[in-house]
Antibody, heavy 121, light 107 residues
Framework: QVQLVQSGAEVKKPGSSVKVSCKAS????????ISWVRQAPGQGLEWMGG????????KYAQKFQGRVTFSTDESTSTVYMDLSSLRSEDTAVYYC??????????????WGQGTLVTVSS | DIQMTQSPSSLSASVGDRVTITCRAS??????LNWYQQKPGKAPKFLIY???NLQSGVPSRFSGSGSGTDFTLTISSLQPEDFASYYC?????????FGGGTKVEIK
């Protein structure tokens, strides 16, 4: 079965960057999109963007354009999310999620456990 | 971007009640609508895809319907484990967008 395991919680200073990893196992790594979704405390779900390993450039939500970068390491089946210029409003749980269907964004079937990123001076 | 509006934002119900949550898209999204359940401190769980298709392992008391701009999630007989938050999400186009969520609480 597909499993996504994310890196641990982070505490960051405003203005710094954070890199969260998402390691996939139990399924095909390439061709399925991995999305990043965040959830601020007590708030709803927000899609940051996604990437399909070995299948074209990432897609970024306009809100995060220029501040977020997704990358992949196919040798370890890991996807990375790098968010820069952190501010207090970026404090949230960050989830990776794999799509249910190849080659696009159809539905987020498998989820990582979430990574809490706290931005505080 | 496609805006997704859910209602109600919260509701109180009893075990055994029939519960309906609605989701409206700001434009026609055909049947590209998914539903998720989230419990406190946990990742969302994929419930329904393409408006009405039950994800494997999801109890049959959950059902989804709709197309175009208006969709519903129905729980036919609420169980104790169903108290949670529910989110709709469109996959018609990127950016993927979610509804604001509906919190189902115990009456």
């Amino acid at each position: 079965q597909v499993q996504l395991v994310q890196s641990g919680a982070e505490v960051k200073k405003p203005g710094s960057s954070v890199k969260v990893s998402c390691k996939a196992s139990g399924g095909t790594f390439t061709s399925y999109s991995i999305s990043w979704v965040r959830q601020a405390p007590g708030q709803g779900l927000e899609w940051m963007g996604g990437i399909i390993p070995n299948f074209g450039p990432p897609k970024y939500a306009q809100k995060f354009q220029g501040r977020v970068t997704f990358s992949t390491d196919e040798s370890t089946s890991t996807v990375y999310m790098d968010l820069s210029s952190l501010r207090s409003e970026d404090t949230a749980v960050y989830y990776c999620a794999r799509d249910r269907h190849r080659s696009g964004y159809y539905g987020l079937e498998h989820w990582g456990q979430g990574t809490l990123v706290t931005v505080s001076s | 971007d496609i805006q997704m509006t859910q209602s109600p934002s919260s509701l109180s119900a009893s075990v055994g009640d029939r519960v309906t949550i609605t989701c409206r898209a700001s434009q026609n999204i055909n049947i590209y609508l998914n539903w998720y359940q989230q419990k406190p401190g946990k990742a969302p769980k994929f419930l329904i895809y393409a408006a009405s298709n039950l994800q494997s392992g999801v109890p049959s008391r959950f059902s989804g319907s709709g197309s175009g701009t208006d969709f519903t999630l129905t729980i036919s007989s609420l169980q104790p484990e169903d108290f949670a938050s529910y989110y709709c999400q469109q996959s018609y186009s990127t950016p993927l967008t979610f509804g604001g969520g509906t919190k189902v609480e115990i009456k």
